[in-house]
């Protein structure tokens, strides 16, 4: 089956040969993109949709969530909005629900927050575990996650549960809990960070996660200056999440981490992703991402979706306050969560080991993941906070919203 989207005011496509289109047509067939080109040169298709001349975006990619959990931290949320800082313990509260809920019920609330982020254009997505902090309980939030989400990541390194050693953890964490979790995720994460695992404890658990074959990620930099980035840096992680403290050493391993990525290709360094609704929700510094990227550092901006920092799935929401407060244009926000995201988890370019398409851009062959807004530009995303813009989105070649 093949599919035709004409008539598109403004097609951003994010692939460099493609740039941004005016009145522009593509092509879908099957999960891919097939053809992309002037409206009026269009080839006839199976069926046809008119975009009105309605802006078409690559569909989001989140490359950081925490969708595996039950519960509720409203009250955390209001002391915090009352002058209480946050402080990594506030995890614990979502551990004792999750561990509490049944196998059916964490499915099913897992996947209404995807639904919920798929109807606002959301089209690729990782999720973590971390609310389960002991072996049956990752192990099964791994499961779940590896069913609900593109990406599967593992962060039984999120938190020292109560009553725990820090150190005996970390090496349950390391063991065990590492191989029960194994065949469900591609990628590990640690939450370096004071109050959470110390330099040492993070070095050990991405040590043992890379000898396991996973790839890395790093919480890091998020309520104060850390190791985090420079650990992500050396150790080749995908990406470090948060960075809201940086030092100029930091910034600076992370752009030298680049230097040998030239036109999208050679060595990838480490994306610097910037996740603002949490910025906003626990009333951090906005993490400096005109900096890094003036600095040649690649930024990814995700939703961090989770009960305790940021709990909404709206990209969108990030790429306007990006806009509006990280002083980035549209196309660079634009960018960073989509191609970004994309970039963040090794899926930027074509088929990888599993054979799966480039996603993130527009482009053919790449999946068809499509985002069209109810407005003719991209830039209605910030020129219009709060409105939702959404008005169609396609993943893999089918609509879904
Ligand atoms: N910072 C660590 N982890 C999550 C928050 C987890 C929570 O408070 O539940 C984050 O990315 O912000
Ligand atoms: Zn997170």
Redesign the pocket.
């Known amino acids: 089956m093949s599919e035709l989207i004409t008539n598109i005011g403004e097609l951003m496509t994010q692939d460099q040969d493609q740039g941004t289109r005016r009145n522009a047509a593509v092509v879908l067939e099957g999960e891919r993109v097939a053809w992309i080109g002037d409206a009026v040169h269009a080839p006839a298709a199976d069926t046809a949709t008119d975009a009105h001349g309605r802006a078409v975006l690559p569909g989001w990619v989140d490359s950081?969530s925490?969708l595996i959990?039950a519960g509720d931290?409203t009250a955390e949320f209001e002391a915090r909005m009352a002058g209480e800082g946050?402080t990594?313990g506030?995890?614990a509260v979502?551990v004792a629900a999750t561990r509490a809920a049944g196998d059916y019920d964490l499915t099913r609330l897992a996947l209404g927050r995807v639904a919920e982020a798929v109807a606002q254009g959301t089209t690729y997505l990782e999720t973590k575990t971390?609310?389960g902090l002991d072996v049956e309980h990752e192990a099964r939030s791994a499961r779940i996650a590896s069913t609900i989400a593109d990406e599967a990541t593992f962060l039984g390194a999120?938190l020292v549960p109560a009553g725990a050693d820090a150190d005996e953890y970390t090496e349950l964490v390391c063991g065990e809990m590492l191989r029960a979790v194994r065949p469900f995720v591609k990628w590990a994460d640690v939450?370096c960070?004071t109050g959470?695992f110390t330099p040492e404890q993070s070095r050990r658990v991405l040590t043992a996660c890379r000898d396991a074959g996973l790839g890395l990620r790093v919480?890091g930099n998020?309520l104060g200056p850390g190791a985090g980035a420079a650990l992500a840096v050396e150790f080749g992680a995908a990406s470090v999440?948060?960075v809201n403290y940086l030092t100029d050493d930091d910034v600076d391993r992370l752009a030298q981490s680049w230097s040998g990525w030239a036109g999208g290709t050679g060595d990838r360094g480490t994306v610097a992703t910037v996740?603002p609704a949490?910025d906003l929700s626990?009333r951090q510094p906005l993490a400096p991402a005109r900096r890094l990227l003036d600095a040649g550092v690649q930024v990814a901006i995700a939703s961090?979706c989770?009960?305790?920092?940021?709990y909404t799935s709206s990209v969108a929401f990030c790429v306007t306050t990006a806009v509006l407060q990280m002083g980035l244009s549209v196309h660079e926000a634009v960018r960073a969560a989509t191609w970004g995201g994309a970039l963040a988890l090794h899926r930027e370019t074509g088929a990888d080991e599993d054979g799966r398409r480039a996603v993130g851009s527009i482009a053919v062959g790449h999946r068809a993941d499509l985002h069209m807004l109810k407005a003719p530009s991209a830039t209605h995303l910030a020129y219009r906070p709060g409105i939702p813009l959404t008005h169609a989105v396609w993943k893999a070649g089918v609509r879904e919203a």
């Open positions: 950081h925490h959990f931290r946050y990594a506030g995890i979502s971390g609310y999120h939450f960070e959470a919480h998020q999440d948060h996740l949490c626990t961090n989770n009960p305790g920092t940021s």
